[in-house]
């Protein structure tokens, strides 16, 4: 087997809400194994302009949009102006996404609402955009949509995301078994618990949700945002050319036990 088969060199991959965290770390490890790397986000300029600023300081070369995922005619130009100025899209990582943790009788459906169209609606979107190009250059493409533990489980206050991301894994089926015809291979990711910015101020000694996380999870450690680059390096290369509809799991084994804890 040759290293060859995960050189990204060539390719440009657009990851939505790449500026930070875990979209960031994946689409750096696309960066870093050759491609381009294309990032959005709806928020700011100045937030796009230093996300971009992140990438080129470690060597990658980087662009930034800003639009709306959930918004189909703003996707549909800025796909077209980025395959324009950038290239082709040959690698999309639906990446973008929102939590709102709230009990199910007391959630709004706009609040429902809302995480569905970014989290499940979105993906839609955008992976509809682009696969029409790559069914139309006829080079095939990956798509990676970005699940969660939660696509498999439920959990009290996230009704909402659980929803959405079980949509999600049964979307990225779909998507597969409609488009592996075309050399399309149509991913996942679920992420497990990982030390981000978010989490930090939980990731504390003592702290029950710590303690809770790294007893429950079989490898006793909160993921490092570096560990999801193998798996999206991978699905975004030739190296998972027949692999079609599959939601790779990157939890540190949670997944894989029915939840006793490790010190027990």
């Known amino acids: 087997m040759s290293i060859n088969l995960f ?20 689409a750096k490890g696309l960066g870093h194994a050759g491609a381009k790397i294309v990032i959005n986000d709806r928020s700011s300029q100045e937030i ?21 995922v959930t918004d189909e005619v703003a996707v549909i130009e800025n796909i077209k102006k980025i395959e324009a100025e ?13 939590i709102k943790r709230t009990p199910i009788i ?16 979105s993906p839609f979107i955008m992976s509809k955009a682009v696969a029409k190009g790559m069914i ?21 206050t996230v009704s909402a995301y659980a929803s959405a991301k079980g949509g999600l894994k049964m ?11 075309f050399n399309i291979q149509t991913n996942g990711i679920g992420p ?10 939980i990731r504390v000694d003592g702290h029950p949700f710590n303690d809770f996380i790294i007893s429950r999870t079989p490898a006793n450690r ?37 939840g006793k804890p490790s010190n027990e």
């Not at 250059?137 to 009290?156: F, V």
């Not at 497990?192 to 101020?201: E, I, N, V």
């Open 222 to 258: 909160w993921g490092d945002p570096e560990d999801l680059q193998g798996a999206a390096v991978f699905l975004s290369s030739k190296a998972s050319d027949f692999v079609n509809g599959h939601i790779l799991y990157v939890d540190g084994g949670i997944l894989a036990t029915i």
């Open 48 to 68: 796009v302009d230093n996300a971009v600023a992140e990438y080129k300081s470690v060597g990658i070369d980087a662009y930034g949009y800003i639009f709306d």
């Open 86 to 98: 950038v290239g082709p899209i040959d690698i999309l990582i639906n990446n973008a996404g929102i």
């Open 136 to 156: 139309a250059r006829g080079t095939g493409g990956k798509i990676i949509n970005i699940c969660s533990m939660m696509s498999e489980l439920g959990r009290d």
């Open 192 to 201: 497990g618990y990982f030390a981000t910015t978010q989490t930090a101020p």
């Open 7 to 26: 050189d990204l060199t060539g390719k440009t991959a657009l990851v939505t809400g790449a500026v930070h965290g875990l979209g960031m770390a994946m």
């Open 171 to 181: 979307l990225t089926k779909s998507m597969a078994t409609e488009w592996a015809k």
């Open 106 to 121: 007391e959630m709004e459906v706009k609040d429902f609402s809302e995480v569905i169209n970014v989290d499940l609606i």
